[in-house]
């Protein structure tokens, strides 16, 4: 039900996509799934947008001074551009006009947009 997608903050499935090496795994694991299993990852990625560290962490990237923490969130969000969204093109390529305005409004009703919009993963042109 969706508010079994707010019952863990993160969701365990963004939990498991937090790390690198777990951003890195979803091109290996997305071979092997259905095209309704990879369906069913990709709208619960999109229900959960806001809880990815990539979008939660955003915020790190405009700090006026230079961290570690922003060298790692530059990392996380180019593994997320390179792993997790080049898995969920396809999906989404293939996806028919009702599939996409679907997504799109799930992420508009389950996400905060304005802040979405201001992070580097929305603004980056391999993501569109």
């Given at each position: 039900s969706p508010s079994d997608l707010y019952s863990s903050d993160p969701h365990p499935f963004i939990s498991l996509i937090t790390p690198a090496k777990g951003k890195k795994i979803l091109p290996r694991l997305s071979r092997h799934l259905t095209s309704q299993q990879m369906l069913?990852?990709?709208?619960?990625?999109?229900?959960?947008f806001s809880q990815m560290d990539v979008v939660a962490g955003a915020y790190i990237l405009d700090m006026p001074v230079d961290k570690p923490e922003q060298h790692d969130m530059e990392r996380q969000t180019q593994t997320f551009l390179g792993s997790v969204v080049q898995s969920v093109l396809p999906v989404v390529s293939k996806a028919g006009l009702r599939l996409v305005s679907g997504l799109v409004g799930l992420l508009i009703e389950r996400n905060d947009i304005i802040a979405i919009s201001q992070t580097r993963v929305s603004l980056r042109r391999s993501y569109v």
């Open positions: 069913t990852m990709l709208t619960l990625m999109v229900a959960c």
